[in-house]
């Protein structure tokens, strides 16, 4: 069966302090990887996309990786600022799979404290 | 359009009602998604479009539930009969067709039942 974990389901850090969001996942047989981040009572904000032929991708701040042969993700966020308060969910879609072959894991909440 | 449109964006209705909420994708754009987030939680899947294939329904709750897509483009889901336990944001995405698609999302629709 086809799942995504996200683990810590939340996360407090000071502000300025580098971090680490962690998207593991089950078949390493993937398409590609997207991480999003959602405000509260907003919808999904696409950040980074990695296809399954791509080590990493980086947008500003933010550094996203792939380990496909260990199933694993990280989002890396530098030198963290209250905005960046929100929940994460990375998202992973597969050849096949159910739900038009993609599946969402259950998010990270992060709070980067003033 | 620019992005993901979705309508309304709130919608206060009555236990016993139907109602109707509409997605209009990003011009190009096959794959359609809709899912369900209640307060606090994950996604949740409800179906999938994706081009002339037939939708994936796996994710629908119930036959209260039911969506359609017209011309490839816009798409309506429609709840009959509404329930209270049927409050929540429903959250439309598309992507381009095929696997390496980056998945965008709207804003979301907010149904109450009252």
């Known amino acids: 069966k086809q799942e995504v974990t996200q683990i810590p389901a939340a996360l407090s850090v000071p502000e300025g302090e580098n971090l680490v969001l962690n998207c593991s996942f089950t078949d390493s047989a993937i398409y590609n990887l997207q991480w999003f981040r959602q405000d509260p009572g907003k919808g999904l904000t696409s950040l980074l996309l990695?296809?399954?032929?791509?080590r990493e991708q980086t947008s500003g701040r933010l550094n996203a990786s792939l380990d496909k042969s260990s199933g694993r993700s990280t989002l890396y966020i530098a030198a963290s600022q209250p905005g960046d308060s929100a929940t994460y969910l990375c998202?992973?879609?597969?050849?096949?799979?159910?739900?038009?072959?993609?599946?969402f894991g259950k998010g990270t909440k992060l709070s980067v404290k003033p | 359009g620019a992005g993901v449109s979705q309508s309304p964006s709130n919608k206060v209705t009555e236990k016993g009602k139907d109602v109707e909420l509409r997605c209009d994708p990003i011009?190009?754009?096959?794959?359609l998604y809709w899912y369900r987030q209640s307060l606090g939680q994950g996604l949740e899947f409800l179906i999938y479009f994706q081009g002339n294939s037939a939708p994936d329904k796996s994710g629908l709750p119930s036959d209260r539930f039911s969506a359609e897509r017209t011309g490839g483009s816009v798409s309506t889901l429609t709840i009959q009969r509404t329930q209270q336990e049927d409050s929540a944001v429903y959250l439309c995405a598309s992507s381009l067709g095929g696997a390496t698609g980056e998945l965008f999302f709207g804003e979301g629709s907010r149904l109450t039942v009252l």
């Open positions: 011009s190009g754009h096959t794959a």
């Open positions: 998202a992973v879609r597969w050849y096949g799979g159910s739900q038009g072959n993609l599946i």
């Open positions: 990695i296809q399954s032929s791509q």
